[in-house]
């Protein structure tokens, strides 16, 4: 209520109540005044009434609107103060500004001010806390330098940070309420493979990764990244799917300097050894003049220049391992003919070195999908390395081919040293290497390695066998696949020497 | 007989070619020699050959670009003449380019000896 109408009606009231005496004196004068002096018993109007009925009424008239000023006062400032309240000033005292009955109003109106100041203070700080865990949430997604977003149950993007926005090249409004397989469509040869794994997550909670997706960004330019998806059953924040994504692109670019350096360093050492192999091999057919020593010489000569050749090859053969480089390219091979052309090949330098060398192979064989490049260094290796290991003269290797069930075994056999049986385990290991102190042959430990990884992009596996002091034997076996009809058409392409060379078979005779 | 087979050396370095070249002689071809890749592109404009030994990493034009010209679409190269890269860039890219690019054969040359080039040649010729 408002204080001034509140005194205006006391007044009023006042003004009423002393109107009811006037009322009374004055129907007593008009009697009187009719009467005449027929009623003389009552009192002399005049001398007695009026002047008492004037002295009361006016002082109750200045009483009245001294008590209505009085009671409107506290009410005032107890409504001043609420206003003042209205305005967030908590610190106004209705105690102090009441009086009597008003004091308690004020006291109570006290303690509801303090709880109101209490609350919203509460209320303030928790806003502060909220926004300053939502800022510094938005810092983190926005200094984030992998892409960020997050999709709602229609596959919606409703959060993208900064990053996305430019590795993408989109901006964060002009994404926000899209599609995600329609602006940040990340493919595997052509393929939706995520957003189509996510659609089969229905109800789980499951990470999904990918390595090397490609993404279109807006201009067009293509991009690869590492993605990783995180699907979400029941999220409060009606979050199905929070996606990061890596750019890979810079390193892709230095994978591929790389690659491309140790190609160039390779090329340069093989340069060198190209002549030194080269004219070695041209004394040799020339070699009429030279006493059996000198041919021996020659013959050591060549024998450690190819060893050299091989290990630069090996060091390039990691190196394309490392970078993915190592294709594995399988092709229809005839597997019995295959092993034969490198058995004719290897038989010359087992001969120098004064190793038997035995083959058994089956009578015939289906053929399989194989590398053949990759293959043939396999077998290489593998007999380079038990000829590596056998004494002169007594040294005996076998090559045996057999099928095993699914499967086409391959194992070369030696009745050399032998491997400690605490070594066997890790002989396949990069850089690993026997025993190096005592070890009397050389190798960069990468021979091993580079044949496991060969294999093993067949789809098969490899393993060693040994008894110090009686010999090794390392086997390996491929699955046999179904080699399709027509892709024998195809294949025209056969393996001369070394690791990269080819010779198409339709240009020889 | 080999005696009437004319060969091509496309390479830079005269010293590896030289060597190459002293065990096919014996054997009876013809051996001309171009040391860089516009050179080899003018020899073959003139004169017949049954085989080329192309070089992958010489000044001005690769071996690569040599090859796309003698056996691209529009290439002038006789397609009798038998092309083998002889190089020792051992590139999978580079290799697989070759092999897209029609040529007959991709050796590295520190995996073999002269001996053993001239055996192949032997079989190709």
Same mark, same amino acid.
């Given at each position: 209520m408002q204080p001034n109408r509140f005194k205006r009606q006391t007044l009023a009231l006042f003004f009423i109540v002393s109107l009811i005496p006037a009322l009374v004196v004055a129907s007593i004068w008009y009697l009187n005044m009719q009467a005449d002096d027929q009623v003389?018993?009552?009192?002399d109007f005049q001398a007695f009434v009026l002047p008492v009925f004037l002295l009361g009424i006016v002082p109750a008239m200045v009483l009245s609107l001294v008590f209505a000023e009085l009671l409107a006062r506290p009410v005032r400032r107890i409504h001043n103060a609420a206003l003042e309240l209205a305005h967030g000033?908590?610190?106004?005292h209705f105690k102090e500004q009441g009086a009597g009955e008003f004091k308690d109003i004020g006291e109570a109106l006290d303690q509801v001010a303090s709880r109101l100041e209490q609350t919203l203070s509460a209320a303030a700080s928790e806003t502060a806390l909220i926004e300053a865990e939502r800022n510094k949430l938005r810092g983190v997604l926005s200094a984030m330098t992998d892409g960020v977003f997050a999709l709602d149950k229609d596959g919606r993007i409703i959060l993208f940070n900064r990053a996305a926005s430019e590795l993408t090249g989109r901006s964060i409004e002009s994404v926000a309420g899209q599609l995600a397989e329609k602006v940040m469509p990340f493919r595997l040869n052509g393929e939706l493979v995520m957003t189509r794994w996510l659609a089969t997550q229905q109800g789980t909670d499951r990470i999904g990764r990918w390595r090397s997706l490609e993404l279109y960004r807006e201009d067009g330019a293509s991009l690869f990244v590492d993605v990783e998806a995180v699907a979400l059953s029941n999220d409060p924040n009606g979050i199905r799917a929070l996606v990061t994504f890596h750019d890979l692109t810079a390193r892709q670019q230095l994978e591929q300097m790389k690659v491309d350096f140790v190609a160039l360093a390779a090329h340069e050492l093989r340069t060198p050894l190209t002549e030194i192999k080269g004219y070695l091999d041209i004394l040799q057919h020339e070699?009429?003049?030279?006493t059996k020593s000198n041919r021996e010489f020659l013959a050591r000569s060549m024998s450690s220049a190819t060893r050299l050749t091989g290990l630069v090859n090996n060091l390039l053969g990691v190196a394309r391992i490392e970078h993915g480089e190592l294709n594995y390219q399988p092709e229809p091979v005839d597997y019995l003919a295959f092993a034969e052309d490198i058995i004719d090949e290897l038989k010359p330098g087992l001969k120098q070195q004064q190793v038997a060398f035995e083959a058994k192979l089956p009578v015939e064989l289906p053929q399989l999908m194989a590398d053949p490049i990759g293959l043939r260094e396999v077998i290489v290796n593998l007999v380079d390395n038990a000829a590596a290991h056998v004494a002169p003269k007594v040294g005996q290797v076998t090559l045996t081919i057999r099928r095993h069930r699914d499967d086409i075994e391959t194992s070369i056999t030696d009745n050399g040293t032998g491997i400690p049986a605490s070594a066997l385990p890790h002989?396949?290991?990069?850089?690993y290497r026997v025993d190096e102190m005592k070890s009397s042959t050389r190798g960069t430990g990468l021979g091993l390695y580079i044949c496991r990884s060969i294999i093993e992009a067949h789809g098969g596996r490899i393993w060693a066998e040994s008894k110090e002091g009686e010999g090794s034997s390392f086997t390996f076996r491929i699955p046999l696949r179904q080699v399709a009809p027509t892709s024998k058409s195809d294949n025209n392409t056969t393996i001369t020497r070394g690791a990269h060379g080819w010779i198409k078979e339709h240009s020889l005779h | 007989m080999a005696g009437s087979k004319n060969i091509l050396f496309i390479e830079d370095d005269r010293l590896i070619s030289e060597m190459y070249a002293r065990l096919l002689r014996a054997d009876g071809y013809n051996i001309d020699f171009a040391y860089n890749g516009a050179e080899g592109l003018q020899k073959t404009k003139n004169k017949h050959y049954d085989l080329i030994l192309l070089d992958i $990493? $010489?000044?001005?034009?690769?071996g690569i670009e040599v090859l796309h010209e003698l056996r691209?679409?529009?290439?002038?190269?006789?397609?009798?003449t038998k092309i083998i890269i002889l190089t020792n860039l051992a590139q999978d890219k580079t290799s697989r380019e070759a092999l897209k690019s029609q040529a007959d054969g991709y050796i590295?040359?520190?995996?073999?000896v002269p001996s053993q080039l001239a055996s192949i040649i032997g079989k190709l010729l």
């Amino acid at each position: 209520m408002q204080p001034n109408r509140f005194k205006r009606q006391t007044l009023a009231l006042f003004f009423i109540v002393s109107l009811i005496p006037a009322l009374v004196v004055a129907s007593i004068w008009y009697l009187n005044m009719q009467a005449d002096d027929q009623v003389h018993i009552l009192v002399d109007f005049q001398a007695f009434v009026l002047p008492v009925f004037l002295l009361g009424i006016v002082p109750a008239m200045v009483l009245s609107l001294v008590f209505a000023e009085l009671l409107a006062r506290p009410v005032r400032r107890i409504h001043n103060a609420a206003l003042e309240l209205a305005h967030g000033h908590f610190n106004t005292h209705f105690k102090e500004q009441g009086a009597g009955e008003f004091k308690d109003i004020g006291e109570a109106l006290d303690q509801v001010a303090s709880r109101l100041e209490q609350t919203l203070s509460a209320a303030a700080s928790e806003t502060a806390l909220i926004e300053a865990e939502r800022n510094k949430l938005r810092g983190v997604l926005s200094a984030m330098t992998d892409g960020v977003f997050a999709l709602d149950k229609d596959g919606r993007i409703i959060l993208f940070n900064r990053a996305a926005s430019e590795l993408t090249g989109r901006s964060i409004e002009s994404v926000a309420g899209q599609l995600a397989e329609k602006v940040m469509p990340f493919r595997l040869n052509g393929e939706l493979v995520m957003t189509r794994w996510l659609a089969t997550q229905q109800g789980t909670d499951r990470i999904g990764r990918w390595r090397s997706l490609e993404l279109y960004r807006e201009d067009g330019a293509s991009l690869f990244v590492d993605v990783e998806a995180v699907a979400l059953s029941n999220d409060p924040n009606g979050i199905r799917a929070l996606v990061t994504f890596h750019d890979l692109t810079a390193r892709q670019q230095l994978e591929q300097m790389k690659v491309d350096f140790v190609a160039l360093a390779a090329h340069e050492l093989r340069t060198p050894l190209t002549e030194i192999k080269g004219y070695l091999d041209i004394l040799q057919h020339e070699s009429k003049g030279l006493t059996k020593s000198n041919r021996e010489f020659l013959a050591r000569s060549m024998s450690s220049a190819t060893r050299l050749t091989g290990l630069v090859n090996n060091l390039l053969g990691v190196a394309r391992i490392e970078h993915g480089e190592l294709n594995y390219q399988p092709e229809p091979v005839d597997y019995l003919a295959f092993a034969e052309d490198i058995i004719d090949e290897l038989k010359p330098g087992l001969k120098q070195q004064q190793v038997a060398f035995e083959a058994k192979l089956p009578v015939e064989l289906p053929q399989l999908m194989a590398d053949p490049i990759g293959l043939r260094e396999v077998i290489v290796n593998l007999v380079d390395n038990a000829a590596a290991h056998v004494a002169p003269k007594v040294g005996q290797v076998t090559l045996t081919i057999r099928r095993h069930r699914d499967d086409i075994e391959t194992s070369i056999t030696d009745n050399g040293t032998g491997i400690p049986a605490s070594a066997l385990p890790h002989l396949f290991t990069k850089f690993y290497r026997v025993d190096e102190m005592k070890s009397s042959t050389r190798g960069t430990g990468l021979g091993l390695y580079i044949c496991r990884s060969i294999i093993e992009a067949h789809g098969g596996r490899i393993w060693a066998e040994s008894k110090e002091g009686e010999g090794s034997s390392f086997t390996f076996r491929i699955p046999l696949r179904q080699v399709a009809p027509t892709s024998k058409s195809d294949n025209n392409t056969t393996i001369t020497r070394g690791a990269h060379g080819w010779i198409k078979e339709h240009s020889l005779h | 007989m080999a005696g009437s087979k004319n060969i091509l050396f496309i390479e830079d370095d005269r010293l590896i070619s030289e060597m190459y070249a002293r065990l096919l002689r014996a054997d009876g071809y013809n051996i001309d020699f171009a040391y860089n890749g516009a050179e080899g592109l003018q020899k073959t404009k003139n004169k017949h050959y049954d085989l080329i030994l192309l070089d992958i $990493m $010489m000044p001005q034009l690769t071996g690569i670009e040599v090859l796309h010209e003698l056996r691209g679409e529009d290439g002038h190269g006789n397609p009798d003449t038998k092309i083998i890269i002889l190089t020792n860039l051992a590139q999978d890219k580079t290799s697989r380019e070759a092999l897209k690019s029609q040529a007959d054969g991709y050796i590295i040359k520190a995996d073999i000896v002269p001996s053993q080039l001239a055996s192949i040649i032997g079989k190709l010729l």
